[in-house]
């Protein structure tokens, strides 16, 4: 199981991609995963898209990396827009094609839409998928999403924080958070979390950012809170990319130092495809390989 690994000291990597959606863009994907292998990984995961739009890319990335580096790989799967039977279906393809862990998501509303509904004869909550994966496919580690600064849709932390200890209790081996930039907020997050008897590994999930006006864009999407220390060195830099760019290593790198010296057992990057501010980081805390 994936809290074994953590649980015997080994600290875990892991990158994020998603499916690239032309062959420009796939090359480039190839290229960050090739570049990102220096720091061997111990997971590369791919996002999944709503309803199973990206169903056969996703595995094809997934069986991709595989084939190129030998390397253990995670499939995202949400509850969004399929059956519990489609569920199995895709369970099973992955299984075949030896993905080793799958990050168990409700999932967000397709485009257009504002709140969640259950596809019917589906499931309703991350929990549930779940139960799923580890009474019917044992064979699979299980991630599943804590949010540090409380998912959106929660009616209260301690809400929110539940919903995650059912998601545990029902099986999940490893919690990676959601991107977040401050540190504060993880360490309450985790303390939160020893409290209320959560003992599988938390993982912060940490995005370098490299374009002031697309973090902010996701930020709002996903409700961090960007620090002012943060927004004043991107303001700063300006129209500037390069000093955009700049600005983003330095505080990722200072983020995932701080976080390696409180501990964590890994460190999850969501890299959208791109390696070079990964790279940076990842070189500027040490953690470069080979």
Excluded at 125 to 149: D, H, T
Excluded at 248 to 262: I, N, P, S, Y
Aim: proline share 6%; net charge negative.
């Amino acid at each position: 199981m994936l809290s074994a690994a953590y649980a015997s000291g080994r600290f875990g990597l892991s990158f994020e991609l998603f499916p690239p959606k032309t062959p420009e863009s796939a090359q480039a994907m190839w290229r960050t995963v090739d570049e990102l292998m220096a720091f061997e990984p111990s997971l590369i995961t791919c996002t999944y898209g709503a309803g199973g739009s990206t169903r056969g890319t996703t595995l094809d990335v997934l069986r991709g990396v595989r084939e190129r580096h030998d390397l253990p790989v995670a499939s995202h799967l949400t509850c969004v827009g399929s059956t519990v039977d489609e569920l199995r279906d895709y369970l099973r393809e992955a299984s075949a094609l030896g993905v080793a862990a799958i990050v168990a998501l409700r999932g967000d509303p397709p485009k257009g839409q504002t709140e969640f509904r259950q596809a019917e004869g589906g499931l309703r909550y991350a929990s549930e998928l779940v139960s799923l994966i580890r009474q019917e496919f044992p064979e699979f580690g299980i991630l599943v999403a804590g949010y540090p600064e409380t998912h959106q849709e929660a009616s209260s932390p301690d809400a929110d924080l539940d919903n995650l200890r059912r998601k545990c209790d029902a099986g999940g081996d490893v919690i990676v958070t959601q991107l977040f930039y401050d540190n504060a907020d993880f360490l309450r997050f985790r303390d939160r979390c020893t409290a209320l008897g959560i003992t599988a590994p938390i993982v912060p999930g940490v995005m370098p950012v490299t374009n002031y006006a697309q973090i902010r864009r996701i930020a709002t999407l996903c409700k961090a809170r960007l620090p002012d220390e943060f927004t004043r060195a991107f303001e700063a830099a300006g129209d500037d990319e390069a000093a955009q760019f700049e600005a983003g290593v330095e505080f990722a790198t200072r983020q995932v130092r701080e976080l390696l010296d409180e501990g964590v057992p890994g460190i999850h990057f969501y890299v959208l495809n791109k390696s070079p501010a990964t790279v940076r980081v990842l070189t500027n805390v040490d953690l470069q390989r080979v």
